[in-house]
Structure formats: structure tokens, C-alpha cells
């Protein structure tokens, strides 16, 4: 680090995604004195092991994290995507720092790549609809509050804009792979599908399933947030106080909803969770409102990260659903 950065404020250390970059942080900086916001004290003694202060809080306690916002040099969130109230309680801290004088400070956010969801509802795939590139600083102007994260997303550009604070977005696709934190999670994407095939005793697909979502693995994901870390603490990565050239997308490979619940019917089949390992394809129609995402697709590019020399793995879905539904099944206590 060139930069004189020597304390990070973190937010979902006992998280998946959180976790695993708390875990790997240590290893490479080991000068960077980290505190982390943790929900449950019985997770202390976990946390501190990997040398990790925590801070008894929760994300209703707005004045906590502004607090401590305004302390470190930089703030990770890892914690929430969706939660304005702590992205505000974040950027209300920052601002207060960077008005008090101090350095200004850096802002690490994750958001997800489902903002850059298309408005598909019959489950094919749009080969001519929008490629949403994170190289290209237009696409990024484009995130508007209406889009999912884009509530979120916004705010953080903006404060960016306003010169308050370095602000950097990591935007992952659907993470796979062993959480490599201190609390062990398992994958979300993983979870949500093999949940929304118990609640359906199927898994399901929307139409022909030809609609694409993307994939990455958790250790490329850890590998980019070190990297745009590392970005931000040098000069190079202060320079430009364009907010929208420091937004990196993290996917590895984009794969089928079709697909995707075929790996699915194929895991839970086998455990005797489901009766039938064939997927069912279904209208979108006969579906809840919050599964839309099921016949929507992702078109995205990744470019600033590989600029950094990240290289994200070929990722195999199948073999991830398999090592990773038995986890997923215990945490759902399904026998």
C-alpha cells in the first residue's frame, strides 16, 4: 500500500461474501487494522481469532456506523446491497470526515450484477439486448434507483461525484464455491434455488430457459476486492475522481436458467429431496411477483478487473451445486 491507509471499517464480516474477504485481507495486508460491525457476540471470539476487532452492532444503529465510518480510512461494505439506511449512515460518515479535515476516505461497495437484469418475462434469451460493460462509462451513468441495487448504487456514485469520498463498487455475479470466513456460509445463489425448489418440490425454469444468468467463483471474487483494494490506496487509483470509472463487474461465465435448474433437480433428486430430477418449465405467470428473475437475463462484460491483472476461473456449476448442497440442506435443517 503507498497510500498512508492503516485502518478499515467492515460491514458483514460474518457473511459469505464479507468473511471470505476479511479472511484473505489478513493475509495479504497484514498491517491493516480492521473493525468489523457483528451482530452476535457468540461470533466474537471467532472474529478476534483472525485478528479482527469487533463492534457490537447491528445496522439499525445508524449513529455506530457513522462513527466509525468517519474513523477509518476505509469502509467495506459487504454487508447489504439493498439496506439505503446503512448506505446513508456509511456516506454520512464519510462526509463527515472528509469535512473535518481529514484524508478523504475510501469506499469499498458490493452491489450485484442482477441491476443489470433485463425486462424478460417469457424465459429466452435476448441476443441482441443490452451488453452492460464496466469499461464503458456511459453504461455506468445508466444505473439509475429504479433498477435493482440502483437505490443503493446511485447514492454511492453520486457521493462519489460530490468529492467526498473514493468511492469503488465490486459487483459480483452469483457466487459459488466454500466460504473462506472465519463464520462459515454458504453460497446465496445456491441457497436461494435449492430453497425455491423445496417451496416448489420442483426445480423450475421459465419457458424454454434459454435466458442467462452469470457465475463466479468466491476466491475470484475475494481476488478482486483485494485488487481494487490495493487500487485504491495508490496514487494511480486516486486520480481520476470519476466515480464511474471505479465500478467492477465479477463474473466468470454466463450459463442458463435451464441449466441451472437442471443441476438442481439432478442434486436434490439424488438426496431424495425432490422426486423427479427433471426440471419443470413453467409461465411466469404461475409464479410469485419476487420470482421474476427466473425468466430474466444478465448481458455483461468484465474489463476493469482483468485491467487490474484479475483472472477469474473457468466455473462449473454442477460441480459447485454438488459440493455445495449438503451444506446449504444442513443450514436449512432438510433431512
Known sequence: MSRNVVSMFLLGATGYIGGSVLAVLRERFPGLKITALVRSETHFDAIRATGITPIHGN???????????????????????????????????????????????ILIHTSGVAVFLDSGTTGVFDKNGKLWNDSEEDDIRSITPSMLHGHIDVPILNAGNEG???????????????????????????????QMSLVNKRALYVGEGSNEFNIVHIDDVVDLYCRVFELSTEEKGLQSFNPYARYFIATSKSISWREIATFAGASLYKRDILKRPEPLSVNLTDLPPYFAFLAASERIVAVRGKELGWAPRDVSLEHWFQANVDAVLEGLHVD
Open 164 to 194: 467526498y469520498a473514493h468511492t469503488y463498487i465490486v459487483c459480483p455475479a452469483a457466487v459459488v464455491g466454500p466460504s473462506l470466513g472465519p463464520i462459515g456460509k454458504s453460497s446465496f445463489f445456491v441457497k436461494a434455488v435449492v
Open 59 to 105: 445496522f439499525e444503529n445508524q449513529a455506530l456506523i457513522t462513527e466509525h465510518s468517519a474513523r477509518a480510512d476505509v469502509v467495506l461494505n459487504a454487508a447489504d446491497s439493498d439496506d439505503l439506511n446503512l448506505t446513508l449512515s456509511i456516506l454520512r460518515g464519510m462526509k463527515q470526515r472528509y469535512e473535518s479535515g481529514k484524508p478523504k476516505g
